[in-house]
């Protein structure tokens, strides 16, 4: 008998469907959390679940579990899923992929007619991004409860409103429920590298072992408005030149740690932001990642002390605000080996490796049985509307995370 | 007799009222060109110059034309005015001032009962700050025929509309006039010095002779937008990184050209602008300020090629555009030395000056002889809310004003 597959072209439609919402002029896509796309993009999900069989519930934070029933539903759920919200020029896979690959495993099932004993869910995880609001995983980080449901509901978004009003806006506020009440007996999450580790390797699969660990900065310079004709240049408390001077002492400290250090300002916003007025504030993040809690301690002591030092010799005032701090996360043992096992199985090449990125995956790693399925990526580019991912890899990463759940379902 | 003054208290007292609009919480207000705040100011203008007997006239780029009629209306008018809209933290007087300063030279010869020979006109220019549209001064520039009125009614907002449909929501939009149809025999621009020489001069008057010369040019530089977490340091496009080079390299350039040198980025915006992603480009805008036009010359010319050179080392693409130019101006000598005269006359402190901003004037002077009259502001600080100047110092300079119209209206 053939050996059961995912239908490789519905998978790859699916994801060209989902891309359509929040388009971009250059193939990619906008779906930034909680937006009016996202809604469109959660809304299209729950349709195609329910066409599947599936029962939605949506918690307080958002968050979408999409249960596909088994035969004894007393069973913890062999949870997948990932999220559908999107960096501003975002590509149609990164965690959009992970949503729909569990889609998949479910239609196919439902193809061949398999139950499970245990029940199957997809959950859709809200804000992995943290573009228009903070944490990053906020979604997950609610469910997993290393973030109150408050003060989600509290956190402003760059529009002005609450993630609150916005969750009640769109009509995704349920009641808040947790791994108390809601039980998963393991998570597993398929999404695209974002790096070029497999591509470079020549390998379809990556069986993740685990996830560097991730520090967010806020910080704020301020100095002085001024007019920009008449202050001369030696009286200026200028916050936008003494904070480029922080950027390039930030690159400068990590030149030398190595391959795993990635140390990044994505945000960077000038004020009053006028052509004709001295910048007098500056707020950037920082976004510093490496595998070892040790070297992340070491050099936030270090960004630190620089930086007050920095902001001293200039004149101008620093505040420097905690975001989020991620620990490095080590994935189960029993489920990265049977991820590597499945994808032996399928016929696929496979390699274990480490996630650079940070994914829900990786707050449910404290609580259950954890895992991730990586598949290549274009040239490792991501959050870019050039994120690129091949029908084949796709589809190959589906069968591994169909087995793996089924291994464990039952 | 005694010498006939303007009114000090009135005066301030309707600069706390202008202020009102658009209040900001530190004292400060902001009513930016063509927004809902500056047609309250507009709108509140309209009303008191009304009040003091004035025929108002609104041309096609929103600027108000407040005419106080002579006793021959066919002399060219006498004119002075200013600008009400601001920067967006900004203090209670630049360009206000000049527009309440010629409101009450006319409430003052109301009250005197003095009628002039030819007519006085106080106009308001519309967006002479440049902080939701482009170029600065552009009513001056289109009324004296430096700017096409179709160029400007297409100018993109910062908010995605264009001026022309600003002007007709705000309906400001007018009939197009020029000095061809609308004759002004000179211009008096009374304005806070926005510097900190008539300060530290302890001098109440300035009888500017003249700006400096101004460029702006629009450099954006595009790497490659990537995911913080995955992308190795040395495979980045950072344009950020390499943005915050060009912002130091440009600082040091400037740093042994003389006192009279200004370099300011005022506005530097970076996409996609999300803390998870390497940044793939940043938009700045370079204002650069000098009075002698060899020195400008000479300074773009090793900005363009310096500028190049870092986008090259770094890999990163480069486009720079043109702002706007505004060559050294030299105002009129005998109108110069009259405002010096009445002064004088009227008891003040003076001394000539060159100003360091760029002034609505400055694009009259092309036309018919103008001048401006500053008075001081405290520590020179301007673009900001803690501008400050003096009742008596704001009175001081409208009763120049008011002696110097009256020498040229007979």
Same mark, same amino acid.
């Given at each position: 008998m053939e050996k059961l597959r995912v239908n490789e072209q519905r998978l790859w439609l699916t994801h060209v469907e989902m891309g359509?919402?929040?388009?971009? $002029?250059? &193939?990619g896509c906008c779906r930034l959390a909680l937006s009016d796309e996202d809604k469109m993009g959660r809304d299209l999900f729950i349709r195609w679940s329910r066409e599947a069989g599936c029962e939605i519930r949506i918690d307080a934070a958002g968050n979408i579990f999409a249960r596909r029933p088994?035969?004894?539903?007393?069973l913890p759920a062999v949870a997948t899923g990932s999220h559908l919200d999107t960096q501003p020029?975002?590509?149609?896979?990164? &965690?959009i992929y992970g949503v729909l690959a569990g889609l998949e495993v479910f239609r196919t099932l439902n193809d061949a007619g398999i139950e499970t004993q245990a029940p199957l869910e997809n959950i859709v995880w809200t804000n992995?991004?943290?573009?228009?609001? +903070? $944490? /990053?995983?906020s979604g997950s980080m609610v469910f997993t409860e290393q973030l109150g449901i408050a003060e989600l509901h509290q956190a402003k978004t760059t529009d002005g409103t609450t993630v609150g009003q916005d969750l009640q806006r769109l009509g995704y506020l349920g009641d808040h429920i947790t791994m108390a009440s809601h039980k998963i007996g393991c998570f597993i999450e398929a999404h695209i590298?974002?790096? /070029?580790i497999l591509e470079q390797q020549n390998k379809t699969i990556g069986a993740v072992t685990g996830i560097q660990g991730a520090r967010m900065f806020e910080v704020r310079v301020t100095g002085q408005d001024n007019h920009a004709g008449t202050t001369p240049m030696p009286l200026r408390r200028d916050a936008l030149t003494g904070a480029t001077r922080m950027v390039l002492w930030l690159n400068e400290l990590v030149a030398?740690?190595?391959?795993?250090i990635r140390l990044t300002i994505g945000r960077f916003n000038v004020s $009053?932001? +006028?052509?004709?007025t001295v910048p007098g504030a500056v707020t950037f993040q920082i976004d510093l990642r490496h595998p070892q809690m040790t070297v992340l301690n070491a050099l936030e002591d270090r960004i630190r002390m620089g930086l007050a030092e920095k902001a001293r010799q200039a004149g101008l005032g620093l505040t420097i605000k905690d975001i989020c701090a991620f620990a490095p996360v080590a994935f189960d043992g029993a489920l990265v080996a049977m991820i590597e096992a499945q994808a032996v199985a399928s016929g696929y090449s496979v390699m274990r490796m480490l996630s650079g990125a940070a994914h829900d995956a990786g707050n449910l790693a404290a609580l259950v049985p954890t895992a991730m399925i990586f598949v290549p990526c274009e040239k490792g580019?991501?959050?870019?509307?050039a994120e690129r991912a091949t029908p084949g890899d796709l589809a190959a990463g589906a069968n591994v995370l169909l087995y793996t759940m089924l291994s464990r379902a039952g």
């Open positions: 359509k919402i929040g388009a971009l $002029p250059n &193939g088994g035969l004894d539903n007393s020029h975002a590509g149609l896979y990164d &965690g992995e991004e943290c573009v228009r609001f +903070s $944490p /990053p995983t590298e974002q790096g /070029p030398d740690q190595g391959d795993d $009053p932001n +006028s052509a004709s580019i991501s959050h870019n509307e």
